[in-house]
């Protein structure tokens, strides 16, 4: 596996489901993202993940819930979503924080019913 | 808010012509600037960064920055139809705790017509 992978591709839930969705960069980056993408909107940075210490929540619901046991691997924990939250929910790392050039892994299309 | 904008588009070019691609960028303080292209269905990709005032080539892509304008743009020569996708203008944040994280815009879809 190469660049940064995400799974699932797809994913539907109701409302009352637990899922957690899975990243992984094998770019021996030391930051990691996840971002919402939905219609007519731009890009929306969710969380910042630099050396696995979290150092940004952008005022994101308590419904999800980040984890970064390493620096290879992020998760987003789902619960109790919201009809709202359907969109693609992009992962991306970058060499460090200050470092830029970010590169995102395929998305997962999430619907919640 | 520190804000990007693009023109939404569509803004379509017959094939072979150049497309021209704009951004404005409210942050003064940004420093680092993107491109990422971004065809229907998948993720972003990047494509270009400047860093500097001035022209960066890259093949058939040319980045453009004027920080005193707060503008960048992206050329596309000889344009194919396979660069037919929304492409996404993101400018690092100045701005406090924000410092250093991507500000995109919404993206400006390009079609090239055979």
């Known amino acids: 596996e190469t660049g940064v992978t995400q799974t699932p591709r797809h994913l539907v839930m109701g409302m009352t489901n637990k899922k957690s969705l899975k990243c992984e960069q094998h770019?021996?980056?030391?930051?990691m993202y996840w971002y919402k993408q939905s219609a007519k909107k731009p890009l929306e940075l969710m969380f910042v993940y630099s050396l696995e210490e979290r150092v940004e929540n952008n005022s994101v619901p308590s419904r999800f819930s980040p984890e970064c046991p390493n620096s290879s691997h992020l998760f987003l924990h789902l619960h109790t979503l919201q009809p709202e939250d359907s969109a693609l929910y992009l992962c991306?790392?970058?060499?460090?924080?200050?470092?830029?050039?970010?590169?995102f892994g395929p998305g997962t299309r999430l619907t919640v019913l | 808010q520190k804000e990007v904008e693009q023109n939404s588009g569509p803004l379509s070019v017959p094939e072979g012509a150049i497309a021209s691609l704009n951004c404005t960028y409210s942050d003064r303080g940004s420093q680092s600037f993107f491109w990422y292209r971004q065809y229907s269905g998948k993720s972003p990709e990047l494509i270009m960064s400047i860093y500097s005032n001035g022209d960066k080539e890259d093949g058939r892509f040319t980045a453009q920055l004027n920080k005193a304008s707060q503008y960048v743009s992206l050329l596309i020569r000889d344009s194919q139809p396979s660069d037919s996708a929304t492409y996404l203008c993101a400018v690092t944040s100045n701005y406090g705790g924000s410092q250093g994280n991507l500000i995109f815009g919404k993206g400006t879809k390009l079609s090239v017509k055979p």
């Open positions: 770019l021996g980056h030391n930051a």
């Open positions: 991306a790392s970058s060499p460090y924080r200050a470092h830029n050039e970010q590169f």
